[in-house]
């Protein structure tokens, strides 16, 4: 099992450009989760999505757009990227609201 | 006052001592509770839950304090590989997705 994937691994775009990233699990999970990591910060939540077809907003959902069509994939889209979006952006998955299991992270640089 | 808050450390003990982390969390009605372990530039991963009795796995032992709000992490000789940053993690309970809160992080380093 390969777990919880995420493409790209690392992204630099200018301000205005858009990108989607993508996370994809292999674990039949119905939750699954973007969150965002800023230094010294905790992990803020952006969008989360209980099974396929739904999402929601999280903590921090700004800016961002999300869609979950098939029940394994999770995508995090901006539209125009702002030089606050700069961060690492981590998705997981979970069987219920326990534990989570992570994806290695995007490192997004936004000039 | 932060919903969960952590020391961020950096710990920084000689290879096989005790060192113990707390985490105080504001929402009373919590209902589970865990810590995660972060290496550098890498992702979170589950190192255990917290229960109300308590818990032991190895080296390391985790408590929960419901009375005064907090739970806390005990590595016993610590070992350079234990050298990482300790997330913990506070689920109101039930519904509640959105809500997993997450610590800021404690950095401990671990010196031969």
């Known amino acids: 099992n390969a777990g919880v994937t995420q493409t790209p691994k690392f992204r630099v775009l200018k301000t205005g450009q858009s990108m989607t990233l993508l996370c994809a699990q292999d674990m039949n999970h119905e939750y699954m989760y973007w969150y965002r990591q800023d230094p010294g910060m905790g992990l803020r939540l952006i969008h989360y999505s209980v099974g396929e077809g739904t999402t929601a907003k999280g903590e921090v959902p700004d800016g961002y757009n999300v869609s979950r069509l098939k029940k394994q994939n999770f995508l995090l889209g901006l539209e125009s990227a702002a030089p606050s979006q700069t961060s690492v952006y981590f998705c997981?998955?979970?069987?219920?609201?326990?534990?989570?299991?992570f994806g290695p992270g995007t490192r997004l640089t936004v000039t | 006052r932060k919903e969960v808050e952590q020391d961020p450390g950096p710990f920084n003990v000689p290879e096989g001592a005790t060192v113990a982390f707390n985490c105080t969390y504001s929402?009373?009605?919590?209902?589970?509770f865990f810590w995660y372990r972060q290496d550098c530039r890498k992702e979170p991963k589950l190192l255990m839950s917290v229960y109300s009795s308590g818990n032991e796995d190895g080296r390391f032992t985790a408590q929960l304090n419901r009375a005064s709000q907090y739970i806390s992490l005990l590595i016993r000789d610590s070992k350079l590989s234990d050298s990482a940053t300790y997330l913990c993690v506070v689920n109101p309970g039930y519904s509640s997705a959105s809500k997993i809160i997450f610590g800021s992080g404690t950095r401990l380093s671990i010196r031969p």
């Open positions: 929402n009373s009605a919590s209902q589970s």
């Open positions: 997981a998955s979970s069987y219920s609201e326990y534990e989570q299991y």
